[in-house]
């Protein structure tokens, strides 16, 4: 899938582990990417880069999320 990154969410962390989230968009619409412990993620990609992602969609009633 390639995708344009939109913007990054403040970093945070999870059970030890270090999260990053980027809001990720293509031509049918947008949703997260998150990636555990690739905290060199933003300095790698910055905003507005263009990447090919692959993952597993969570869908949950609020928010498409895809996990790296």
């Given at each position: 899938l390639?995708?344009?990154?939109?913007?990054?969410?403040?970093p945070?962390?999870?059970?030890n582990?270090?999260?990053t989230?980027?809001?990720i968009?293509?031509?049918s619409g947008?949703?997260?990417a998150?990636?555990?412990?690739?905290?060199h993620i933003?300095?790698?990609?910055?905003?507005n880069?263009?990447?090919?992602?692959?993952g597993?969609v969570?869908?949950?009633?609020?928010k498409?999320?895809?996990?790296?």
């Open positions: 390639c995708v344009k990154i939109v913007k990054y969410s403040k945070s962390s999870y059970s582990s270090k999260i989230i980027a809001t968009q293509d031509q947008s949703c997260e998150i990636w555990f412990n690739q905290s933003p300095k790698v990609f910055p905003v880069s263009q990447i090919f992602i692959s597993k969570h869908l949950n009633p609020q498409k999320r895809l996990k790296f």
